[in-house]
């Protein structure tokens, strides 16, 4: 997945709600949640950024069969996908592509728990 296929912030915040439904959604049900938390974008802009994200291959849509008006729409990659590409957008950009690096300036900038650092320590293991 390249940047321009990855999801902005915004384009995010309408995936947190498809991935946390983990079914179809129409716009409408997208919007409903979007209103219910803490964003404030019209409606209008929510269609908006769902369109990017069908033309970005990140959503894709099913036509309703009794109202052929109706979509529903379905994400195509995970999350962890999406947060992969994330990633390793963020390695290349701001240290080269080098991975190590990239974790080692998170960790070290991290106010890690007891419980998060042996949960580090278990990945790093594999």
Avoid at 16 to 34: F, L, P, Y
Avoid at 48 to 68: G, T
Wanted: glycine share 2%.
């Amino acid at each position: 997945m390249d940047q321009q296929q990855m999801p902005s912030e915004t384009e995010w915040q309408v995936m947190e709600i498809v991935w946390a439904n983990n079914d179809t959604m129409t716009s409408q049900e997208i919007i409903k949640e979007m209103e219910q938390g803490d964003k404030s974008l019209s409606p209008k802009t929510v269609r908006v950024l769902i369109n990017r994200l069908c033309q970005k291959q990140i959503l894709d849509y099913s036509v309703d069969e009794r109202d052929s008006r109706i979509y529903h729409y379905f994400a195509t990659k995970t999350k962890e996908e999406c947060l992969k590409a994330k990633s390793r957008h963020f390695a290349d950009s701001y240290f080269a592509g080098n991975q190590a690096r990239a974790l080692a300036t998170l960790i070290t900038g991290a106010h890690l728990t007891d419980s998060q650092m042996k949960e580090l320590r278990k990945l790093l293991d594999i």
